[in-house]
């Protein structure tokens, strides 16, 4: 069992920054591929960001060049640096963790954090 828990959520102020955290618990942490994804009240959760056991990143386009995914395996943290925010960017932002076998994943969450309108 891998427990997930972000933080880092504020306001959006558009043009500024916010970074999330998000730190998991046990041993398996390197071996994990980690996402954030986004849901806004009334929409569907919404892959963001991810970032493999490996490190290579992928973004979806709406995030692409103002979105940063990183990861510090020796603090079992991922990062999300969240940079030129819009007020569409407000939702509850999650962790994702999934740990692959040769026949089967198995995905963990954490329970979110809020990015909040400022308005």
């Known amino acids: 069992q891998v427990e997930l828990a972000e933080s880092g959520g504020g306001l959006v102020h558009p043009g500024g920054s916010l970074r999330l955290s998000c730190v998991a618990s046990?041993?398996?942490?390197?071996?994990?591929?980690m996402a954030w994804y986004r849901r806004d009240p009334g929409k569907q959760r919404e892959l963001l960001a991810a970032?493999?056991?490996?490190?290579?990143?992928n973004y979806v386009d709406s995030v692409q060049c103002r979105f940063t995914i990183s990861r510090d395996n020796a603090k079992n943290t991922v990062y999300l640096r969240m940079n030129g925010l819009k007020l569409e960017d407000t939702a509850v932002y999650y962790c994702?963790?999934?740990?692959?076998?040769?026949?089967?994943?198995?995905?963990?969450w954490g329970q979110g954090t809020q990015v909040a309108d400022s308005s």
């Open positions: 046990g041993s398996l942490f390197s071996d994990g591929h």
């Open positions: 970032i493999t056991s490996g490190g290579t990143t």
């Open positions: 994702n963790a999934r740990f692959s076998g040769s026949l089967y994943y198995k995905d963990f």
